[in-house]
């Protein structure tokens, strides 16, 4: 590996959280600048078990504190790291799925009396992360045709940060859009994937 390769700067993300109260906000942070050299070879990186690939991207750098919950980010394109193995001993070779992270937040409610006496559910924490989504391998929209108008049925694959824990059947919000969980996969150790479902009019 020669070192002038190494011609493209590269942001290494680490995950970092901040508190106000009982909302808790995770987002990427730039933890180092590093020169890198870049490849996009043909084809597509999986970075989800359930989900389809996205296209590949790989850096090669110096070796610095790196691992799979680490992120980078190109320009402004973020890459999710799937690969790291050592070219010699100086060196990293990173593969990298190039995703679009998505804002998602999850709001958990609690239910109280009012000054009626009625039970009413408000807000009790709200959890905001970062996620990607993948399309499911053996499923996408389906359309199921109810009287008076057809239903569409959305199934998506949601990767996150391991320390965002989800149950089934909470519901979150991805970017714009609701959906429901339906199956929770956490035992991989760097990433947690869940089942999503959204149902909706066509």
């Keep these: 590996m020669n070192a002038g390769e190494l011609d493209n700067k590269i942001s290494i993300l680490t995950l970092t959280s901040e508190e106000s109260g009982t909302d808790t906000v995770y987002t990427w942070s730039v933890s180092s600048r590093v020169w890198a050299k870049i490849e996009t070879p043909e084809g597509y990186t999986t970075f989800s078990r359930l989900g389809k690939g996205e296209r590949t991207v790989k850096f090669t750098i110096r070796k610095t504190p790196l691992d799979l919950t680490n992120a980078i980010l190109w320009g402004d394109k973020h890459c999710f790291i799937t690969h790291v193995a050592e070219v010699g001993r100086m060196f990293y070779e990173i593969t990298t799925a190039l995703v679009e992270p998505k804002t998602c937040t999850y709001i958990t409610y609690s239910t109280a009396l009012n000054a009626l006496n009625w039970p009413v559910q ?43 824990m989800l149950e089934a059947g909470a519901l979150i919000q991805a970017g714009t859009k609701h959906y429901t969980v339906t199956a929770v996969h956490d035992l991989d150790g760097c990433k947690n994937e869940y089942e999503l479902i959204k149902k909706g009019d066509a």
């Design 122 to 164: 408000t807000e009790s924490a709200s959890l905001t992360f970062p996620g990607y989504l993948a399309e499911r391998f053996s499923f996408g929209e389906s359309y199921e045709q109810k009287k008076p108008m057809a239903e569409t049925t959305e199934r998506l694959a949601l990767v996150t940060p391991k320390v965002i």
